[in-house]
């Protein structure tokens, strides 16, 4: 545990004062956020100026979308494949296998097409390390973004909190490997690290991204023209920076919002929310009790898009296996709460006999 507290680069006003947590003024924020993303001032800063060069670029498409091809079935497209299939593909890949290994592939070949099954936007690094910080240290000192920092400190953490430390020792850095070395990503060595201050190489990861842009508007093209090419490219860079956003709201924007009887996870402040949930099968509580389950929608209501996925890969051969927590929820959580909320127990057989 020692090792996530310093895998990540601290900021330079820190995560604590005085042994409790500090809160950043806007002013702070900006400043570290400016001189993280300057490449000039030291090249180790590179992916977190490719991050926000990469979403930014995606804005050019969005505002094409919105001046030139904003139709009712434009928008539809759009929402359908930012909110529903990039979320989706985003917990699939980042969340549940980049992070948490809740399932394995047969294959690299069958990893690699669910990697590039959609536009690329995050690179694995940025989000994976930081993400075993988050569930270790939710809402203390040193969670990546806490959201008890706020909506800002959350929206410009993969810059600010995110990366990882630049003086990492030979060993450290070696165990960074090890918590990436099943996604498939081109990696450094220790002497490349030193240089470049990251697990990624800027010309690999140039290059993953270009190939996949290339790979996917060509697709869209010759589906649809530019008109559609434009509008799933603008609406992913709708979703770039949108995912950024949904820390804060997941964990009740740095209020107690959670609800006996849907979030049973009391941790921290993670909730159950319907949207994330319904789109892409981010039911964010569930997902704290059980961070390495391929599954997280356990009630009758709580779709889990993800998790269809995940069930209609392994039936075709691309994953060997997965873990499923739903009957342990039920039985360690659920049935001992209706036991002692009849009532609800009665509306939750009502709400499965109707969805079933």
């Known amino acids: ?48 100026f490719f991050g926000w060069t990469s979403s930014s670029v995606l ?21 359908i494949y930012s909110m529903v299939i990039l979320g989706t593909h985003g917990t699939i890949w980042y969340h549940r296998y980049c992070t948490h290994r809740a399932y394995q592939f047969r294959n690299s070949f069958w990893r690699f097409l669910v990697n590039h099954m959609v536009i690329r936007i995050i690179p694995e690094e940025t989000y994976v390390v930081s993400h075993h910080v988050h569930h270790q240290y939710s809402e203390q000192p040193g969670d990546p973004y806490n959201v008890n920092g706020g909506w800002w400190y959350c929206f410009l953490a993969d810059v600010i909190h995110q990366p990882i430390a630049k003086t990492l020792s030979e060993e450290d850095y070696f165990r960074v490997l090890k918590m990436l070395d099943h996604t498939g990503i081109r990696m450094n060595s220790y002497q490349q690290y030193q240089k470049w201050g990251s697990v990624c190489h800027p010309f690999f990861t140039l290059c993953s991204f270009s190939l996949n842009w290339i790979f996917w508007y060509s697709i869209f093209f010759l589906i649809g023209g530019h008109p559609l090419a434009i509008t799933l490219f603008g609406c992913a860079g709708f979703w770039a920076f949108g995912v950024r956003t949904f820390n804060f709201s997941g964990h009740g924007s740095g209020k107690d919002k ?18 994330p949930g319904l789109v892409t099968g981010e039911w964010h509580n569930n997902h704290h009790l059980y961070p390495n389950g391929a599954r997280a929608g356990f009630l009758p209501y709580q779709l889990d898009y993800a998790w269809y996925f995940i069930r209609f890969y392994k039936a075709i051969g691309g994953i060997t296996s997965y873990r499923d927590y739903k009957q342990q929820f039920l039985t360690q959580y659920y049935s001992p709460y209706l036991v002692q909320h009849p009532t609800q127990s009665a509306l939750s057989s009502l709400l499965a006999k109707n969805i079933s």
């Open 59 to 79: 804005a050019i498409p969005f505002f094409i979308f919105l001046t030139h091809f904003l139709t009712l079935k434009y928008f539809l497209v759009a929402f």
């Open 258 to 275: 959670r609800r006996d009887g849907v979030d049973f996870n009391r941790k921290d402040l993670s909730i159950n929310q319907l949207w």
């Open 1 to 48: 545990m020692a090792f996530l507290t310093r895998v990540l680069e601290p900021p330079r006003y820190g995560y604590s004062k005085n042994g409790t947590f500090y809160v950043p003024t806007k002013k702070e924020l900006a400043r570290e956020f400016f001189s993280r993303l300057n490449f000039l001032k030291t090249k180790k800063n590179w992916l977190a």
